[in-house]
């Protein structure tokens, strides 16, 4: 039986959900359909446009310009801050809301989560119906839009769910990539940043289609592993699952957020090695291995993401968490400013059968577990600070 899954994605939120508070405090006038924006000071290091109204858009005002600029375009733009207490508080209702439906529930970002409605179906009945249910209640009892997508997958959902905007449902079916997904341009396929997609532009790849049908010997000789990852994707192809807070008590996982952005890669190095030093520790404290690693990132602007890679030896020691955690990152990185980063180990399993792989030798593997077990049991006898990876300490 096929999945079903459902992206709910909140328009333009951040804006939406400024304008919904002011007019619940009084005001008369709804920005949503002013010359408006949120934005940060613009003398200190965020004055830029985190969120733009329609109007504002129309205008030539894009996302992450100055304020400044955007002032020049628009004389009459009216600049709000950001409040991120609030935004986490419409968040947060809108979470609730979803709940009373299916605990399946994924929180993707601040903004946007994914539901697996095939566990709930023969509850609800037809699932365009129910997304026009959801979303009109979510418009009534809230107060801002929502763009639903509706997929075999999650890939597909998302895909879906931002087609035209706002205050849409859109449906992407297996039988319905070929005619929704493959015409448009490579740069629209979720998962394929700026980098990425001007490279494949490079080979002679514009759209979705293209990809999905090309050949991926020659795409492996400039994207190695992720060459059958960036095909599969074209041609709609994801198994992963819908994480719900019910399923995350089987993955240990940590995060954190920086003090200031990162605004490059190397700079978030020393922060996944601590995280491969935590996550291990934990995994290890419990007598599990992972089998799959996960790395999370949110940008400047509160949206998160994630890419993960399935093992071919289950592990705990940290060295191999940090080795798979930094290729992770090196491939999803896209010069973003990074404001918070994380690491989840998934499909935890009492015992490892091991297979060659990232250690020629098991003996070598076992000594560096045994090696793991003495350093752990320092750390819990003197604390945490007692031995850390040269790699954590400042010159």
């Known amino acids: 039986m096929d999945r079903l899954i459902m992206h709910i994605d909140v328009n333009n939120a951040f804006l939406s959900w400024t304008a919904v508070n ?93 539901l697996d409605y095939g ?48 205050d849409q449902v859109h449906t992407l079916y297996r039988n319905e990539i070929r005619t929704k997904m493959h015409c448009l341009p490579i740069n629209d396929l979720f998962g394929i940043g700026k980098k990425t997609s001007a490279k494949l532009m490079q080979l002679g790849i514009n759209t979705i289609g293209d990809l999905s049908c090309f050949d991926v010997n020659i795409l492996e000789r400039y994207f190695k592993n992720q060459a059958h990852i960036f095909i599969d994707m074209a041609n709609g192809i994801d198994n992963n699952e819908v994480i719900s807070a019910l399923t995350m008590p089987v993955c240990i996982s940590n995060e954190v957020t920086l003090t200031n952005d990162a605004t490059n890669k190397e ?69 973003e400013q990074v404001r918070l980063i994380g690491i989840r180990l998934d499909r935890l399993v009492d015992n490892v059968s091991y297979q060659s792989s990232l250690f020629e030798d098991e003996n070598i593997r076992n000594d560096c577990q045994k090696v793991e077990e003495v350093v752990d049991n320092l750390k819990e006898k003197y604390g945490n600070k007692i031995i850390n990876k040269a790699s954590l300490t400042k010159d």
């Open 22 to 114: 002011l007019l619940q405090q009084g005001n008369k006038n709804d920005i949503r359909n002013s010359y408006a924006v949120i934005g940060g000071d613009p003398n200190a290091r965020k004055g830029i446009v985190l969120a733009k109204s329609t109007p504002a858009k129309k205008m030539g005002i894009y996302t992450s310009e100055t304020l400044y600029s955007a002032k020049k375009k628009c004389p009459s733009l009216k600049v709000y801050e950001p409040n991120y207490e609030l935004y986490t508080n419409m968040s947060n209702k809108l979470f609730n809301l979803l709940n009373k439906y299916s605990p399946d529930i994924e929180v993707a970002s601040i903004d946007e989560c994914y």
């Open 119 to 166: 566990k709930v179906k023969n509850l609800y009945g037809d699932e365009i119906e129910f997304a026009y249910t959801l979303k009109n209640e979510i418009k009534k009892t809230l107060g801002f839009t929502v763009n639903i997508g509706i997929a075999n997958n999650k890939l597909c959902a998302k895909m879906a769910s931002d087609f035209t905007k706002p």
């Open 267 to 335: 700079m978030l190095y020393p922060y996944l090695m601590s995280l491969a030093s935590s996550v291990g520790l934990r995994v290890r404290k419990q007598k599990k291995f992972a089998l799959v690693i996960c790395v999370v990132i949110k940008d400047n602007y509160f949206k998160r993401k994630s890419h993960q890679r399935k093992l071919k030896n289950a592990t705990n020691i940290t060295d191999e968490i940090y080795k798979v955690a930094k290729e992770i990152l090196d491939e999803m990185y896209e010069d």
